[in-house]
């Protein structure tokens, strides 16, 4: 039973800086990016402003402004008292506590409604495991606090699925983190990273400049030919 009770799958979005870090990202500038599951981030538009085309896709934008701003606070009340609860799950250097997490999570929110407001096209209602691209539309696909995280929501064979339609979007994927939200590693990534390598494609756990979760510090790295 995970100390840090959420419930379900919640909107909980993060900033640029905070996606370069975990996601050790190169310069994104010219490069097509598709960040699948994000929800409120602000990832798409300030990666945008770098020069990247890029895409967000979400269950989420199906809902409008004011009731993803509804289920953020709620999640944001939950959230800060949860981490409070179990600092010592949490690595704070990068942080310094949850007030802190809060005001950055309330930030990439109101960054993500104003770009969605401005660039509506860029922002797709969809979910995995169907994603409504050709193949290798992206150079890069990313997927952040979703697989292997919530996986008491999601099992096997969904993780399976949704990782192989990622790598069949993106030529490189970058999924993190790879610990479920009790802290440990993922029940469903050895079968991943072996169906992965039986469809012919590269993946490899990489170690990132990021520490937050503790432990969490790895991401998954799927390729087939390009390289940032």
Known sequence: ?????????????????????????????????????????????????????????????????????????????????????????????????????????????ELFLADRQKHPARYLPGALPMLPFADQSFDLVTCSHLLFLYGDELDTHFHIEAVQELARVGREVRIFPLLNLDGRPSSHLFAVIDALRQAGFCAQEVSVPFEFQRGANHMLKITRGWSG
């Open 1 to 109: 039973m995970s100390e840090l009770k959420l419930p379900g799958i919640v909107p909980w979005g993060r900033r640029l800086s905070e996606y370069q870090a975990f996601f050790d990202l190169p310069d994104l500038a010219g490069v097509r990016v598709l960040d699948v599951g994000g929800g409120p981030s602000s990832f798409r538009g300030e990666a945008a402003q770098t020069g990247a085309h890029a895409f967000a896709l979400d269950p989420l934008y199906h809902e409008d402004d004011a009731s993803i701003r509804d289920e953020f606070l709620r999640t944001r009340r939950v959230m800060q008292e949860g981490m409070a609860h179990v600092q010592h799950r949490f690595v704070w250097s990068h942080y310094g506590d949850e007030r802190r997490v809060a005001e950055l999570r309330t930030q990439a929110l």
